[in-house]
């Protein structure tokens, strides 16, 4: 259970060490290398992943559904059926003002 997990340390220099076998008074090499290398880092967040498809069309939306019509007991009724195949991502778009990353570890504003 639960072994799907990355076993690896994240690239982002404000998360934790993560090491488990370490004393919490120890400090290792490569955490102290982390932090003297943070200060080249930025906080801020440009790009990111879109949520948004491209059908076969060229258009562009979240989702896309289809109309059909289905027969029953010499009823005609539509119905709405859901399109997930032959979409392409819209991948990674720039945002217009920058963000502040999840993993910031400092308090913006106190109230």
């Known amino acids: 259970m639960g072994g799907s997990g990355s076993k690896t ?7 934790g060490s993560g090491a488990g ?30 949520s948004l498809y491209f059908d076969e069309d060229g258009d562009l939306a979240h989702e896309f559904y289809e109309e ?4 029953k007991n010499g009823r005609k009724k539509a119905k709405l ?14 945002l217009d003002h920058p963000r502040i990353h999840v993993d910031f570890p400092v308090i913006l504003c106190e109230i």
Do not use: D, Y
Request: proline share 7%.
């Open 9 to 15: 340390k994240g690239v982002w220099p404000f998360s």
């Open 21 to 50: 076998g370490e004393a919490p008074g120890e400090v290792s090499e490569q955490c102290l290398a982390r932090l003297r290398g943070s200060k080249n880092t930025t906080p801020f967040v440009f790009t990111r992943r879109s």
């Open 68 to 71: 059909t019509v289905v027969t």
């Open 81 to 94: 059926k859901k399109i997930q195949k032959n979409l392409i991502p819209q991948g990674i778009i720039k």
